[in-house]
């Protein structure tokens, strides 16, 4: 099964990357946290938490990764991680999940998560 994520840098580009599902476990058995936007093309709230995101990971930086999966590009994964509903976003910490929330999230509100799991 191939899974698309989209990373942010710490330029803020993505870069599009095609990860097996055993790269995708890896990323999340990171020590720092790791947040993963489950999200679709045609979502507008999910729209909305792009550049929110991406202001996230410029106030953190390296202390945190920060990866989008499209839910139709990638089906059996939502299913798998009970993604019923986009925006999803849920925070992993060594392998672990730590935060769950569907809908839009403020950047004060997840940087304050994230860094509460630093």
């Known amino acids: 099964m191939k899974i698309k994520l989209e990373e942010f840098g710490v330029s803020h580009l993505?870069?599009?990357i095609f990860l097996?599902?055993?790269k995708f476990?890896?990323?999340i058995q990171q020590d720092k946290p790791v947040l993963v936007d489950f999200f679709a093309e045609w979502c507008g709230p999910c729209k909305m938490m792009s550049p929110i995101l991406k202001e996230v990971k410029d106030i953190l930086g390296e202390k945190v990764s920060i990866i989008k999966i499209d839910v139709d590009?990638?089906?059996p994964l939502a299913v798998k991680y009970?993604?019923?509903g986009v925006p999803t976003l849920i925070l992993y910490k060594a392998g672990k999940q730590v935060w769950k929330q569907s809908g839009?999230?403020?950047k004060k509100d997840l940087v304050s998560i994230i860094n509460s799991f630093s």
């Open 20 to 22: 097996e599902m055993s």
């Open 14 to 16: 993505i870069n599009k």
């Open 73 to 75: 590009k990638n089906q």
């Open 25 to 27: 476990l890896e990323i």
């Open 104 to 106: 839009v999230v403020q």
């Open 82 to 84: 009970q993604v019923r």
